[in-house]
């Protein structure tokens, strides 16, 4: 005996929802901001991804008679002479030990161009924006100025310094001694 049509239709209902492949799950997604990390004066920090042009590793740093302790010298990049300034130097007053784990940070902000002696870059951070806090005074430090908020990820602080606000201060282009 030959089934209602309707019967028919309900019954391949029934069967193809019991072989269909079920929706993909929504994955919620969250803002991020991205930066480079780096230790300076054994605290991390962050700068904005967009402040930093490149990052050097080994260059040939000739001294400049004349200049502030923490003005490293200068360095020929393919073919352009960089100013190598010690950030710890500058910030903190104590110079950084040079080792294998030592970087310069490129920066170019308003026609100043200069490579930033760090100790260690930590290469490319990840933050949720959620992760974000205006508020620096839990973080130890004399620079402040320089500071716009912190990351706080898996317990740890990670201060966001600018450095187009240092390339802004007058005594950051008074290299004379």
């Keep these: ?63 400049i008679p004349g200049a502030k302790d923490w003005v490293r010298g200068v360095a020929n990049v393919r073919g352009n002479l960089l100013p190598i300034l010690d950030l710890k130097g500058f910030l903190v007053g104590k110079m950084t030990k040079m080792s294998r784990q030592s970087r310069i940070l490129v920066m170019q902000h308003k026609g100043v161009v200069a490579g930033l002696l760090v100790e260690e870059v930590m290469g490319m951070r990840h933050f949720l924006e959620e992760e974000y806090s205006k508020d620096t005074a ?18 740890e602080s990670w201060g966001v310094f600018n450095i187009n606000h240092l390339a802004e201060l007058p005594e950051f282009m008074q290299v004379a001694a």
Excluded: N
Excluded at 35 to 61: C, H, M, N, Y
Excluded at 138 to 155: A, E
């Design 1 to 63: 005996m030959d089934k209602a049509p309707i019967i028919l239709l309900h019954e391949l209902s029934l069967r193809s929802r019991d072989k269909a492949h079920s929706l993909p799950q929504q994955i919620e997604v969250k803002a991020t901001w991205e930066g480079v990390g780096f230790r300076l004066d054994g605290s991390a920090w962050v700068v904005p991804l967009d402040q930093v042009k490149e990052i050097l590793t080994k260059v040939s740093i000739s001294h």
């Design 138 to 155: 839990d973080l130890d430090v004399s620079f402040s100025q320089m500071l716009t908020g912190q990351y706080r990820q898996r317990g």
